[in-house]
């Protein structure tokens, strides 16, 4: 089974990101509108396996309108 980590920080980029980023908007665009740093984002997408912190991963569903246990049953855990 992988890795929680890596099953967070890939849905989020293959869900959320890279469709973002399809439709022209930034890297940058998308960490404000998320409320992180775009550092973070980097981290999330990055080939290195991320621990995202919960505080950041509570940002990012705030902003969605999604509370943790609906995330994580999209995720599939």
Do not use: H
């Not at 991320?50 to 990012?60: A, F, S």
């Not at 902003?63 to 995720?75: I, M, N, T």
Request: aromatic share 12%; charged share 30%; hydrophobic share 35%.
């Amino acid at each position: 089974m992988p890795n929680i980590n890596s099953k967070i920080c890939s849905y989020i980029t293959k869900e959320w990101l890279f469709p973002w980023l399809k439709e022209g908007k930034s890297q940058s665009a998308f960490a404000n509108r998320y409320n992180i740093d775009e550092s973070t984002v980097r981290k999330i997408k990055g080939t290195k396996e991320y621990r995202i912190p919960v505080e950041t991963l509570n940002r990012i569903c705030e902003a969605k309108g999604l509370k943790l246990s609906e995330f994580f049953k999209l995720v599939g855990l």
